[in-house]
C-alpha cells in the first residue's frame, strides 16, 4: 500500500519561508512524477509544481521563481522549498504521486501566511 505523508506546513509571515516534505512509502513504480498541489478556501485544487523521476520540473506562474521542488529517489521524498511567501500562498498543500494510470495523494499540510 502507498502512502504519502507531509510536513512541514505552519504560521509564517509574508515574506518568510517554509520547506515541505512528502515521504512516500510502499512499492511504486521507479518512474513517477512527484508533485504539489494546494487548495484554498473556495477555490479549486491547483498545480503548484511537479518533477519527474528524472528531474525535469514545471511550476505554476504563480510561483515561478519563489518556489523551488526537489525530490530524492534514494529516499522516496520530495520537498517544496517555498520563499518569499504572500498571503495568497495561503492554502492546504497536497502531496501527489503520479505513475501510469493511478494517483495517490496524502492528507495535505496547512500553509497560513498572514500580512
Known amino acids: 500500500q502507498v502512502q504519502l505523508v507531509e510536513s512541514g506546513g505552519g504560521l509564517v509571515q509574508a515574506g518568510g519561508s517554509l520547506r515541505l516534505s512528502c515521504a512516500v512509502s510502499?512499492?511504486?513504480?521507479?518512474?513517477?512524477?512527484m508533485g504539489w498541489y494546494r487548495r484554498a478556501p473556495g477555490k479549486q485544487r491547483e498545480l503548484v509544481a511537479r518533477i519527474t523521476s528524472g528531474g525535469s520540473t514545471n511550476y505554476a506562474d504563480s510561483v515561478k521563481g519563489r518556489f523551488t521542488i526537489s525530490r530524492d529517489n534514494a529516499k522516496n521524498t520530495v520537498y517544496l522549498q517555498m520563499n518569499s511567501l504572500k498571503p495568497e500562498d495561503t492554502a492546504v498543500y497536497l502531496c501527489n504521486v503520479h505513475v501510469i494510470a493511478s494517483d495517490y495523494w496524502g492528507q495535505g499540510t496547512q500553509v497560513t501566511v498572514s500580512s
Open positions: 510502499g512499492r511504486i513504480f521507479s518512474f513517477n512524477v
